[in-house]
């Protein structure tokens, strides 16, 4: 296979073209948008980068189906209008006030099929093929891997912001529950004994990535239909303070690292701290990040995107 690859890539050169296309990564995002900001940064990354097949967003916790229509709208304001959206298991938490930038809208994208549902479709359409990325509770997940335990083989890997390694918030020792693990640790229990492959971007890796004012100008200031929405949506808001949590494994996902990998063993605890302990590897773990490096990248994506 290496070597078939080594000679198609010859031909292209000797055809006049300097490099040869990699498949574009099959991705379905999870995700609790429209509570904390990140998850918007998240989606506006994974819908514009040329690395990056989005085959669907799913909405986990809370008001999934107003979720739903918050995703669906960001995706129409970027021109992504034919990528599905299918909210999960709702609760009782409510959603932010980002949901009053969808007032009065309606979309085709928004599917009645459970989120659940269209991720066992979607895999065992393509299997092997399809990274999932949940960047919320891991309720949706948890529930894929118990209602329909005959795909996890079938699923590359999970690629989730989540849980703390060996830091708090506070980018400081000790580690503390995280609140999307914390959210449902039942459900994150399920997912990291599911022995489908997973990589975790913790704390060690996210809660550095602040996104500071210089660098918010500079995504406002280029134009776009993607950074006005941001903006239009950091405002209701309402913290002055971005951190971007939740776009470290959506770069990730896209071909882009910026820290280690680090291979670790995580128990899950009823308070949802994951505890990291002796034993054989479930996870890899994303530490020591290149911050300003990432920032400056992702600024850089943004003001490409559409």
Same mark, same amino acid.
Not at 153 to 173: C, F, Q, S, T
Not at 278 to 302: H, I, R
């Given at each position: 296979?290496?070597?078939?690859?080594?000679?198609?890539?010859?031909?292209?050169?000797?055809?006049?073209?300097?490099?040869?296309?990699?498949? $574009?990564?099959?991705?379905?995002?999870?995700?609790?948008?429209?509570?904390?900001?990140?998850?918007?940064?998240?989606?506006?990354?994974?819908?514009?980068?040329?690395?990056?097949?989005?085959?669907?967003?799913?909405?986990?916790?809370?008001?999934?189906?107003?979720?739903?229509?918050?995703?669906?709208?960001?995706?129409?304001?970027?021109?992504? $209008?034919?990528?599905?959206?299918?909210?999960? $298991?709702?609760?009782?938490?409510?959603?932010?006030?980002?949901?009053?930038?969808?007032?009065?809208? $309606?979309?085709?994208?928004?599917?009645?099929?459970?989120?659940?549902?269209?991720?066992?479709?979607?895999?065992?359409?393509?299997?092997?093929?399809?990274t999932i990325v949940p960047i919320g509770a891991l309720t949706n997940i948890g529930d894929l891997l118990?209602?329909?335990?005959?795909?996890?083989?079938?699923?590359?890997?999970?690629?989730?912001?989540?849980?703390?390694?060996?830091?708090?918030?506070?980018?400081?020792?000790?580690?503390?529950?995280?609140?999307?693990?914390?959210?449902?640790?039942?459900?994150?229990?399920i997912v990291f004994e599911s022995g489908v492959p997973i990589v975790m971007a913790p704390l060690d890796?996210?809660?550095?990535?602040?996104?500071?004012?210089?660098?918010?100008?500079?995504?406002?200031?280029?134009?776009?239909?993607?950074?006005?929405?941001?903006?239009?949506?950091?405002?209701?808001?309402?913290?002055?303070?971005?951190?971007?949590?939740?776009?470290?494994?959506?770069?990730?996902?896209?071909?882009?690292?910026?820290?280690?990998?680090?291979p670790i063993r995580v128990r899950i605890e009823d308070d949802g701290m994951t505890r990291v302990i002796?034993?054989?590897?479930?996870?890899?773990?994303?530490?020591?990040?290149?911050?300003?490096?990432?920032?400056?990248?992702?600024?850089?994506?943004?003001?490409?995107?559409?």
């Open positions: 296979m290496q070597l078939l690859t080594v000679l198609l890539t010859a031909s292209l050169i000797g055809m006049g073209l300097s490099s040869y296309a990699a498949p $574009r990564a099959k991705v379905i995002l999870d995700t609790d948008i429209g509570d904390d900001i990140d998850d918007i940064y998240a989606l506006a990354l994974l819908a514009s980068r040329p690395e990056v097949d989005l085959l669907g967003v799913t909405t986990a916790f809370g008001e999934t189906d107003k979720r739903a229509e918050l995703a669906a709208k960001f995706l129409w304001v970027m021109g992504r $209008r034919s990528i599905p959206v299918h909210a999960g $298991r709702a609760g009782e938490h409510k959603i932010t006030r980002q949901h009053e930038w969808v007032a009065g809208f $309606r979309s085709r994208a928004i599917k009645k099929t459970p989120a659940v549902e269209f991720l066992r479709r979607e895999i065992l359409r393509a299997p092997g093929q399809i118990t209602q329909y335990p005959e795909v996890k083989p079938h699923i590359k890997r999970i690629v989730l912001m989540g849980g703390a390694a060996y830091v708090g918030y506070n980018n400081e020792a000790p580690p503390v529950p995280e609140w999307n693990i914390r959210c449902d640790p039942a459900a994150a229990r890796s996210t809660t550095m990535m602040v996104l500071d004012e210089e660098r918010q100008k500079k995504m406002a200031a280029s134009g776009s239909r993607t950074c006005d929405a941001i903006s239009a949506l950091r405002l209701l808001w309402g913290l002055p303070r971005v951190v971007l949590y939740d776009a470290v494994p959506a770069a990730y996902v896209a071909g882009h690292l910026f820290a280690e990998e680090r002796d034993g054989p590897p479930n996870a890899v773990a994303l530490v020591n990040p290149k911050t300003a490096e990432f920032l400056d990248w992702y600024v850089d994506a943004m003001k490409a995107a559409p």
